[in-house]
């Protein structure tokens, strides 16, 4: 938890600050080490800290974006709007796929 955070982060963050100096051609692997970077904050507690890391993940339209948004979401103790934010995904994704939660 709080020591694999302590640990893992500032690896995570000289691999964006590295990829970041290549011009763009590692966007996707910065991307996955913000959404690793949010992941690891989480799982240590850190939900402010995830949020930030989040923000930035969004910049980079990953499709696990929305798994990890939503265990945020969830981590805050509102599976509802978790699963409402997995259902937009889905249809933005996939339209011709129709989720229903109301049972």
């Not at 692997?29 to 402010?48: D, N, P, T, V």
């Not at 990890?68 to 997995?86: F, R």
């Not at 933005?92 to 939660?101: A, T």
Request: with cysteine.
């Amino acid at each position: 938890g709080q020591e694999s955070f302590r640990t893992q982060e500032p690896i995570l963050s000289l691999r964006r600050v590295i990829l970041g100096l290549q011009l763009g051609k590692f966007k996707k692997e910065i991307g996955q080490y913000w959404l690793q970077s949010a992941k690891i904050a989480r799982r240590a507690g850190h939900l402010q800290t995830a949020h930030s890391f989040l923000l930035s993940a969004s910049a980079y339209s990953l499709p696990a974006f929305c798994m990890e948004k939503a265990e945020w979401v969830q981590k805050q103790g509102n599976s509802h709007d978790a699963l409402l934010g997995l259902q937009k995904a889905v249809s933005e994704q996939w339209p011709q796929v129709v989720i229903n939660l109301d049972g």
